[in-house]
């Protein structure tokens, strides 16, 4: 059973991840913190979970990354995400494809 | 030991065990130094380095959500460090990269280095580069080098040597040449020479010796004892 909710969780990073960046620049940890708020406590991620999903969406150029501004304190600056053209695009592609996979599901699972 | 160095050692822990390199391996030594810089602002008094968890999760975790397997291959780093450097690393897994006062791997970095491609103070391995030695396939120093093909300012030996003041070789050009082909001021060659004084082997000691009186009026009699110890 743990290793379904862990393979449900990890099928729906990627959208909501790239839905969070689409709403506003964010850095990672941030987006860790974030996530794990607005699903109180349900998204509570690691390093080692989030980081890969942003590689794999800069990679398929649907965000890219920006520094921030360098503090005092830190060896480095913050690195900011920001979605692009493209990854506006796949938000939209995913909201549909969420709605249609969630509608589906229900058919079966919810009666 | 500050912070920051701790925090670095951490992220090395963790980068050990995942392997990736280059460009994905900058990015992720960046987040996870970015990470612990978070917690340690909104965490105060708490360690961050705890907070992040034990190095072989985080690697684990990062290795399953790339898609890596496992590294494979050995790797030892001593806990005992001279400025920051650890004493002895030996890494010798696909693609390593060995950096200690004491290294060894495919590519090493230390004082003292063995590697395929060595670089340090003495270097010993196929292609080397040393500061002060180079031993190696091909060789590059500053002040001596042995190696089929043998670089260095000071004094090079080996099939190819060249440098600036000594080389003993097949080919050999420096100041001082000798070789069965040289060019030198002073060469000393057995089938083709090319320089201002030349000596023609089998030579006699003597005759070196006058050449290189002539070339060098002022050389002291320890460099005069080591440029003759061939003869």
Do not use: C
């Amino acid at each position: 059973m743990k290793d379904t909710e862990k393979q449900l969780r990890k099928g729906v990073l990627d959208i909501l991840i790239l839905k969070l960046i689409s709403e506003k620049d964010m850095y990672g940890y941030e987006l860790m913190k974030f996530l794990e708020e607005k699903s109180r406590g349900y998204y509570t991620l690691k390093e080692g979970s989030l980081y890969p999903v942003l590689y794999r969406l800069e990679d398929s150029l649907l965000i890219e990354n920006y520094p921030g501004e360098a503090t005092g304190k830190r060896s480095v600056p913050r690195k900011y995400y920001k979605i692009t053209d493209r990854g506006l695009e796949a938000v939209l592609m995913h909201k549909k494809q969420w709605d249609l996979f969630v509608e589906s599901s229900n058919y079966i699972i919810g009666e | 030991m500050n912070k920051n160095d701790d925090y670095k050692k951490y992220i090395r822990k963790v980068m050990r065990e995942i392997p990736v390199y280059g460009k994905k391996k900058r990015a992720i030594e960046t987040d996870l130094l970015n990470s612990l810089h978070e917690r340690e602002q909104l965490n105060p008094g708490k360690n961050p380095i705890e907070l992040m968890g034990e190095a072989d999760q985080l690697s684990s975790e990062f290795r399953d959500n790339l898609g890596l397997g496992e590294v494979r291959g050995f790797e030892y780093q001593s806990k005992k460090e001279w400025f920051n450097i650890p004493l002895v690393h030996i890494n010798l897994r696909p693609n390593g990269v060995a950096k200690g006062i004491f290294a060894l791997g495919p590519v090493a970095v230390g004082a003292v280095s063995v590697g395929a491609v060595a670089i340090g103070l003495l270097s010993f391995g196929a292609f080397t580069f040393g500061i002060l030695a180079a031993l190696g396939a091909v060789a590059f120093s500053g002040l001596i080098s042995l190696g089929a093909a043998a670089f260095s300012i000071g004094m090079s030996m080996g099939a190819v040597a060249m440098a600036n003041y000594y080389a003993i070789g097949a080919f050999a050009q420096a100041n001082i040449a000798i070789g069965s082909v040289a060019h030198g001021v002073v060469a000393v060659f057995r089938e083709s020479g090319q320089g201002d004084l030349m000596v023609q082997l089998p030579a006699l000691r003597g005759d070196v010796l006058m050449a290189v009186k002539a070339a060098y009026p002022g050389i002291s009699q320890f460099w005069l004892n080591f440029v003759l110890f061939p003869f």
